[in-house]
């Protein structure tokens, strides 16, 4: 790991400030992936600036009927939330779906927004990676893909995004709150946050240099049946090679994110819409445009069956 400088911010505006003193800084909270990153030198910040004490740690009512996560709640916290379980249920699942225990208990919401790919070419630091280093080629293009992207990707990088939060929140219609190094602050819906990879895959979010992320609000509860589907290569500690979010009203209608094909939470209103008509046509409009590779082509069809079963377990809990 590289040397590299450090403070405690107090104040969100404090850490944004710092962040626009120091380019190239990081903010550190949890550190689940941050630090593997920083030991491995695929992350190299000079400077890192620690958000434990801005006191983004709670979880508040909104006036309209929805929730303020603050961006320090740990993931373990928000899952366990009697409000989350109650209301947001679809929520509470994909967080206990994701890593382990030890740490969910670290894992903040911000830092789970932020995830980055899992991609083993990104990861390794021997191989061509456009996100990794700009300019030097994706690997993965004509190497290994099956974890990796079927939708959204660009002949410069087919990285997937790992989260399964942030899958759930796309469902719920989740906004970022943000504040920057001016004071200034705004509100980005969860599906205009992240980039698509383009020609520059190692944006992937709209975050501007030293934009910090202060909570993510939730909307009123939509209700229905929700379901979480995670279908991984062992049953503990994996990331998604396909996920399901589905929130499923009693008319029938209702939505569905997925995750573990794109650089994003993937989900279409058009696809949704299909909801009533059932899973293949779901699927067929969900991956309208779709180019997977020999190696992971099965995701479609993984995809469809998985978004099957989430189907069946909600109406089977309607009955």
């Not at 009927?65 to 009697?82: K, M, Q």
């Not at 410069?156 to 709150?177: F, K, N, Q, S």
């Not at 009533?276 to 469809?304: C, I, Q, W, Y």
Request: proline share 6%.
């Amino acid at each position: 790991m590289r040397a590299f400088g450090f403070e405690r911010a107090d104040t969100p505006a404090a850490a944004a400030a710092a962040a626009a003193r120091n380019p190239g800084a990081k903010f550190i909270a949890g550190g689940t992936n941050l630090l593997d990153l920083m030991k491995l030198e695929i992350e190299t910040p000079a400077h890192l600036i620690d958000v434990n004490a801005l006191g983004l740690d709670s979880i508040e009512s909104t006036d309209e009927g929805g929730l303020r996560i603050g961006a320090l709640v740990r993931n373990t916290d928000l899952a366990s939330d009697e409000r989350v379980r109650a209301d947001y249920p679809l929520l509470s699942r994909a967080l206990l779906a994701g890593a382990s225990g030890q740490l969910r208990n670290r894992a903040t919401t911000a830092g789970n927004l932020l995830q980055r790919t899992r991609c083993p070419y990104f990861y390794d630091t021997d191989q061509p990676c456009n996100k990794r280093l700009p300019g030097s080629g994706c690997g993965a293009r004509d190497g290994y893909s099956r974890q990796l992207a079927i939708i959204g990707h660009s002949p410069d990088c087919i990285a997937t995004h790992p989260g399964d939060m942030p899958v759930a929140m796309r469902a719920l219609d989740a906004v970022v709150e943000t504040v920057s190094a001016d004071g200034g602050t705004r509100r980005i819906a969860l599906d205009d946050f992240y980039l698509a990879p383009g020609n520059t895959p190692q944006r992937e979010t709209v975050l501007e240099a030293g934009e910090l992320i202060t909570a993510v609000l939730l909307p009123p509860p939509v209700g229905g049946r929700q379901v979480y589907r995670k279908v991984r290569d062992r049953a503990s500690y994996a990331f998604a090679l396909v996920s399901v979010a589905l929130i499923l009203q009693d008319d029938g209608s209702g939505r569905v994110a997925v995750g573990g094909v794109a650089h994003k939470p993937w989900r279409r209103a058009e696809a949704d819409a299909e909801l009533p008509r059932g899973a293949a046509a779901v699927a067929l409009r969900l991956f309208e445009g779709a180019a997977p590779t020999e190696d992971n082509r099965f995701k479609l069809s993984l995809a469809e069956r998985a978004l099957a079963a989430a189907l069946a377990d909600a109406q089977e809990a309607s009955a």
